[in-house]
């Protein structure tokens, strides 16, 4: 009978990360369209990908310019609410795809935009696809011409799958291009931006009140940014705290053009990690920082878990807001038992999977984008507690904790709850 391809933590770490067999590799076989897509994007854009991210400018619109399978995928998440008059459609026929013609009608159709909507746009978003790409549309020049025919901002986004795996992947492009219509302005030293998601840190987030008691009183997010004056108002800060590796090109280009340098931090799911990268922070920063409270508070929580469901076996995903790896390596540490882990494997996140094997050597790593994930059967001993979209798919029968919401769980705050969210989640099953 044909079984899912996979690894235990320990074959994977004695090979290296070098040596990863194929089926880790997306790039050396056909792609398994896997539960993945039941989130249809990545953690924090929820759904939306490079369109939504798009219109995080306040006041934006999006213009997608595609063929008409696009499109429908656009629609089929339902942009609706606050984006269900934000986004309009140019739909590509075989001749605008062979020729191009469709470019030299985009400056009107960005002007019919603008004179449609009640008030007029902040900034008109261009999402382009793959066929651009393939056709090297030179965007810049477009948007300049609509820029001229509609009197307004107009910004590229390119939702190009063929640049996925490359230095510039579209949700790293997309973050630049969320910040491009930001000017220089005079610097403020109680001002920093926080930048990574396109949804806001969770409000019981640590961080506010930590950087609010070092002096910090203006902390702004672009998702949090209630008018275009808001967002413009980033380019005042004094530092922008990354908290995403794929805004590091964004806030490459904040710090040349604007002038503001950026701070690196990871979101960890182990507290000591979470505290030494804190303290680290703070010295290069060269500001108080007095985390100690939070940090009880959050090893409280694991404890109070740990005594009342010690036994609990773990799968877990990597589509939820977290790495997998790094989540997995964290539960292992607390002293419960991770049995699965579907994730893709990159030199990052190799170093927790070498403490994984060393913890926890049978513990058995699947590839999501491996075809023979068609046959994939739960291995034993079963789960309790299934974490993220994809391992709830393949987990049908236990307690699911999705870890994917609107808010971005982070620091000790996002330990404490997502301890909750498990004893929440063991309890309805119980029930």
Not at 191 to 206: T, V, W
Not at 251 to 279: C, F, T, V
Not at 282 to 307: G, N, S, T
Not at 376 to 404: E, F, L, N
Request: glycine share 8%; with cysteine.
């Amino acid at each position: 009978m044909a079984e899912a391809f996979y690894r235990t933590a320990a074959q994977l770490a004695y090979s290296g990360c070098d040596e990863l067999p194929q089926e880790f590799q997306p790039d050396k076989h056909l792609i398994y369209s896997s539960p993945a897509t039941l989130a249809f994007n990545s953690p924090g854009a929820q759904g939306f990908g490079v369109k939504r991210a798009g219109l995080a400018i306040p006041g934006s619109v999006m213009l997608l310019i595609s063929p008409g399978c696009c499109g429908r995928n656009t629609a089929a998440p339902g942009p609706s609410g606050r984006y269900s008059g934000r986004m309009f459609y140019m739909l590509l026929d075989e001749t605008d795809i062979v020729t191009g013609r469709h470019l030299s009608k985009i400056p009107g159709a960005v002007k019919e935009i603008c004179e449609y909507c009640s008030e007029k746009p902040t900034a008109v978003m261009l999402c382009i696809t793959c066929v651009d790409a393939l056709l090297g549309t030179d965007m810049e020049r477009v948007c300049r011409s609509a820029e001229e025919a509609a009197h307004v901002p107009v910004v590229p986004c390119y939702m190009y799958a063929l640049t996925r795996e490359g230095r510039h992947p579209p949700m790293a492009t997309v973050r630049k291009a969320v910040y491009s219509l930001l000017k220089p302005m005079a610097k403020r030293a109680d001002c920093m931006n926080i930048i990574g998601s396109f949804s806001p840190l969770s409000s019981g987030c640590e961080l506010y009140r930590l950087f609010n008691k070092a002096g910090v009183r203006h902390i702004r997010e672009i998702s949090r940014c209630k008018s275009f004056g808001e967002y413009l108002n980033m380019a005042q800060a004094n530092f922008n705290l990354v908290l995403n590796p794929e805004s590091r090109l964004a806030s490459g280009w904040m710090e040349k053009a604007l002038r503001i340098p950026s701070i690196e931090i990871s979101r960890m799911y182990q507290i000591d990690k979470i505290h030494n990268q804190y303290r680290l922070m703070a010295k290069a920063l060269d500001i108080p920082w007095e985390d100690q409270q939070d940090y009880d508070a959050a090893q409280e929580e694991i404890a109070r878990f740990r005594e009342k469901h010690g036994g609990t076996v773990f799968a877990v995903g990597e589509i939820a807001d977290a790495d997998p790896f790094e989540l997995s390596l964290a539960l292992l540490r607390y002293g419960f038992c991770v049995s699965e882990i579907y994730g893709t494997i990159n030199k990052i996140n190799f170093w927790f999977l070498q403490k994984i094997a060393a913890l926890s050597p049978d513990t058995r790593v699947y590839s999501n984008l491996s075809p023979t994930m068609l046959y994939y059967r739960p291995s034993t001993p079963q789960a309790g507690i299934a974490v993220g979209k994809d391992a709830a798919y393949y987990h049908p029968g236990c307690a699911h904790v999705m870890w994917c919401g609107e808010e971005q769980p982070f620091g000790y705050d996002g330990v404490r709850s997502l301890f909750k969210a498990f004893a929440k989640a063991l309890e309805g099953v119980a029930k």
